[in-house]
């Protein structure tokens, strides 16, 4: 079973990712943060690095999108796949982002079925339509539904009626935002009619320990993989312990933290919007420790680059991890 880092927008740049992957391995595949298709057919430059094979070397990288439109889609999956080489494209459709759902993107895509059906009937008609073209695998990421978990049976239909190689699925609805118990009798509804269907399968949702992961292995023994993504910020070794490695420490935590301040600084090499990068990232990572509450806060406190790796340092070697 394969372990899929998550997208997540701001937090997974293409130097976590390769870092990561450097320090500490483990992950199958790692997803960008989604980009959002415009009716120019355009890149940024941002998100021209997100997916540029010299900035991602080493890593199994799957481009994500989000759209509302099924023609901006085909075109951006064509033309990146051609471009970069990709062989997968994942369509966001879990987003639960207010801005992000207010355009019908992401989550929101779920809110009307007949639009969701409309939009997945033009895509892939536009998609093979056009025979000199080669079409990558199409994965999708999604929720259970919009208003209600019941929604899973409804797009578990429409998902069964187009040709999808992988859904990766977050059981819970949109309203429940990240809050509550994932659904999992939801979740193994879809599941037992996708993989009868020979779509493949991956859980994200609530991993944070090798025992979350064993539970899910066990339960649904055929899944393609699981996807993580606060677990992995929060202990970046932890898909390497489900594999059979060593727990991070005290000392690898440093410097993979020290290797991400440098890298940030080399990049973006102003104090201020660096330590804005760290302190993000950060959010997730000191729930990891525990018993330092004021070296904590005086890493929050710092107000250049050299003082806050000062009171990094000071907060990782004199603190517990969890």
Not at 184 to 212: C, H, Q, W
Not at 219 to 237: A, E, K, Q, T
Request: proline share 4%; with cysteine.
């Amino acid at each position: 079973m394969e372990i899929y880092f998550a997208p997540m927008e701001g937090m997974t740049p293409p130097l976590l990712r390769s870092l990561h992957n450097e320090f500490f391995g483990g992950c199958d595949k790692y997803f960008t943060p989604f980009i959002s298709t415009n009716e120019n057919y355009s890149l940024n430059q941002k998100e021209k690095k997100e997916i540029d094979p010299e900035c991602n070397k080493g890593l199994n990288l799957v481009p994500q999108i989000i759209s509302n439109s099924a023609e901006q889609s085909a075109g951006y999956i064509l033309d990146i796949s051609e471009k970069y080489g990709y062989k997968e494209i994942n369509i966001n459709m879990g987003c639960p982002s207010g801005t992000v759902v207010s355009k019908n993107k992401g989550s929101g895509m779920l809110k009307d079925k007949q639009f969701l059906k409309a939009y997945l009937d033009e895509l892939f008609s536009r998609l093979y339509e056009q025979k000199e073209r080669a079409v990558p695998d199409i994965s999708i990421k999604t929720r259970i539904g919009f208003y209600s978990e019941d929604e899973h049976v409804e797009l578990t239909e429409l998902f069964l009626a187009h040709p999808v190689k992988q859904i990766i699925i977050h059981p819970r609805s949109r309203t429940r935002m990240y809050e509550g118990s994932t659904n999992m009798e939801a979740f193994s509804y879809m599941y037992d009619a996708l993989k009868g269907a020979g779509i493949g399968v991956v859980y994200n949702g609530d991993i944070k320990t090798p025992e979350d992961y064993a539970k899910i292995a066990d339960r649904y023994p055929d899944l393609d993989g699981v996807m993580i993504g606060r677990g992995l910020l929060r202990d970046p070794s932890l898909a390497r312990r489900i594999k059979g490695g060593k727990c991070v420490d005290n000392e690898e935590y440093l410097k993979y933290m020290e290797a991400l301040l440098d890298g940030y600084m080399q990049q973006i090499g102003i104090d201020n919007f660096v330590l804005a990068k760290m302190k993000d990232t950060w959010s997730f990572s000191a729930q990891a420790f525990s018993g330092n509450d004021k070296g904590r806060k005086e890493m929050n406190k710092a107000d250049s680059v050299e003082s806050y790796r000062v009171c990094m340092r000071q907060f990782i070697r004199n603190s517990k991890l969890l």
